[in-house]
């Protein structure tokens, strides 16, 4: 993440994404296929790291392979694509609204304190150990712990998407993209950005 100042000198929280060029490798129908989508291939991955279908398929070596499928009743969005056109950073414009998704920082294994926003215990009074401990489970009567009851566990590496995004520079030269706010994932996560 970096600050980027605006028009009027306003400082604004923003991250720096790299883009790589993506390509369509396959137009999906519903004629065809029964659904409509978009594949693209986008990156560059060692040539014996990738089988002979898929250099077939996607005329080299491709890193990494995504499907794109537009919401129902939108198909009319991918009927101009077609296998081989090009999307880059191009494609945005400074002022756009996007949606942006990428899998979290992976926390391990938390507590109920830090995992869910438990208070714990009273920090008086006796108690030694049960400061950040998660209190009672069970229900009395039942003499088990109900499904989907809070408790420590592992935490992080979800899938989250952030809706509501502006682009607030396009630097086609370097392929790179500057997004208002935080987007999820450590440096070096995949992430996908949507035309809102």
């Given at each position: 993440?970096?600050?980027?100042?605006?028009?009027?000198?306003?400082?604004?929280?923003?991250?720096?994404?790299?883009?790589?060029?993506a390509t369509v490798s396959q137009v999906r129908t519903l004629e065809k296929d029964g659904y409509?989508?978009?594949?693209?291939?986008?990156g560059v991955q060692k040539d014996h790291r990738v089988g002979k279908a898929q250099k077939g398929h996607f005329g080299g070596s491709v890193a990494i392979a995504r499907e794109f499928r537009p919401r129902q009743g939108e198909e009319a969005i991918i009927a101009g694509v077609e296998k081989g056109n090009n999307f880059d950073v191009t494609t945005f414009t400074p002022g756009d609204e996007i949606t942006v998704s990428a899998i979290s920082k992976g926390k391990g294994f938390q507590g109920v304190?830090?995992?869910?926003?438990?208070?714990?215990?009273?920090?008086?009074?006796?108690?030694?150990?049960?400061?950040?401990?998660?209190?009672?489970?069970?229900?009395?009567?039942?003499?088990?712990?109900?499904?989907g009851t809070r408790m420590g566990g592992r935490m992080g590496g979800d899938t989250i998407t952030i809706k509501g995004l502006k682009i607030l520079q396009v630097n086609a030269a370097e392929n790179i993209l500057v997004v208002s706010g935080a987007v999820p994932g450590r440096k070096g996560t995949l992430v996908e950005v949507y035309g809102a």
């Amino acid at each position: 993440m970096t600050q980027v100042f605006d028009a009027n000198g306003v400082c604004l929280a923003a991250t720096v994404l790299k883009v790589d060029p993506a390509t369509v490798s396959q137009v999906r129908t519903l004629e065809k296929d029964g659904y409509a989508a978009v594949q693209l291939g986008s990156g560059v991955q060692k040539d014996h790291r990738v089988g002979k279908a898929q250099k077939g398929h996607f005329g080299g070596s491709v890193a990494i392979a995504r499907e794109f499928r537009p919401r129902q009743g939108e198909e009319a969005i991918i009927a101009g694509v077609e296998k081989g056109n090009n999307f880059d950073v191009t494609t945005f414009t400074p002022g756009d609204e996007i949606t942006v998704s990428a899998i979290s920082k992976g926390k391990g294994f938390q507590g109920v304190v830090k995992r869910h926003g438990f208070a714990g215990g009273r920090r008086s009074h006796g108690q030694k150990h049960s400061e950040r401990e998660p209190g009672s489970i069970g229900a009395t009567g039942m003499m088990r712990v109900l499904k989907g009851t809070r408790m420590g566990g592992r935490m992080g590496g979800d899938t989250i998407t952030i809706k509501g995004l502006k682009i607030l520079q396009v630097n086609a030269a370097e392929n790179i993209l500057v997004v208002s706010g935080a987007v999820p994932g450590r440096k070096g996560t995949l992430v996908e950005v949507y035309g809102a």
